[in-house]
């Protein structure tokens, strides 16, 4: 089964040059579509549902970030998840972009084994989020047939699932708890913890701090802002608990990371 995947760019050599290397890298994964500007990609996303948009943060009529502000008000389950382009190696434009919900941030001239790894890395989150919403659906029949509970319950909490980690993913950078999650999806708080858990293999509490951790890594990539800039954009309300956690779980600081991952070192 294809993927479906959006091009937006408002320059045409840079489409195609996106869909030729990425059908020739994997062949036969994803179904392209190319438009030039962010209103035509709009109008894409709203009529066919894409499972992933990469678009250029500048373009005429309708530019990036508001194209991902028209996909935030639809519904979690219904967006794609976006990778962003820019020819900008900035901290506000890669603060903004993320604000708005971009899953990468990708700097033109676009660098094969970054795009690659992207696609890699989204397309594995797509796979794990089928994968799990067809093993509830299989569960849940083994229940039913068992005298359990029954399957429209199952498959109500996996939606519920689906939907509390779309929200964590765009509500991160906020002042998150469980019992915020757990009331937007209308769960009973210590039921959501258990269930969190089984549907994520994580805790609340660790699978926050590594999306927060992921984000920060690409704003480090960038040019400008500050280390306690970055933590407070990713969440966290002190520099010394990012620096802490980071050291945590990438096994350096984030200046180390800094130094080692930004584009000309």
């Keep these: 089964m294809t993927t479906k995947l959006l091009i937006a760019d408002d320059e045409k050599n840079i489409r195609m040059g996106l869909q030729a290397m990425i059908e020739r890298e994997f062949s036969g994964l994803y179904e392209c579509v190319l438009v030039k500007d962010g209103r035509e990609a709009w109008q894409y996303v709203k009529q066919f549902l894409p499972e992933l948009v ?5 373009m005429p009529v309708m530019d990036g970030i508001m194209l991902m502000q028209h996909i935030r008000e639809l519904e979690l389950e219904r967006r794609p998840l976006v990778i962003i382009l820019s020819g900008y190696d900035e901290f506000q434009y890669a603060r903004e972009a993320i604000r708005c919900g971009a899953r990468e941030y990708l700097l033109k001239p676009i660098v094969r084994e970054e795009l690659f790894g992207a696609l890699a890395v989204l397309n594995e989150e797509l796979k794990q989020k ?5 093993n509830s659906v299989v569960s849940a029949e083994k229940d039913r047939l068992v005298g359990g509970m029954d399957t429209s319950a199952m498959v109500d909490r996996s939606g519920s699932m689906t939907r509390a980690i779309q ?6 950078s906020e002042d998150l708890n469980m019992a915020v999650v757990s009331n937007s999806v209308s769960l009973n708080y210590t039921y959501f913890s258990q269930a969190f858990k089984a549907y994520t293999g994580l805790s609340f509490v660790q699978y926050v701090k590594r999306l927060r951790i992921t984000e920060a890594k ?10 306690y800039e970055i933590a407070a954009n990713v969440g966290f309300d002190n520099a010394k608990h ?4 980071f050291r945590e779980l990438e096994g350096m600081t984030p200046q180390q990371f800094r130094v080692q991952n930004q584009r000309g070192n």
């Design 242 to 245: 990012f620096n802490k956690v």
């Design 54 to 58: 990469i678009t250029d943060i500048r």
């Design 130 to 134: 089928n994968h799990l919403i067809d």
């Design 167 to 172: 929200y964590i993913h765009a509500h991160y």
């Design 218 to 227: 690409k704003l480090l990539k960038c040019q400008g802002g500050k280390i």
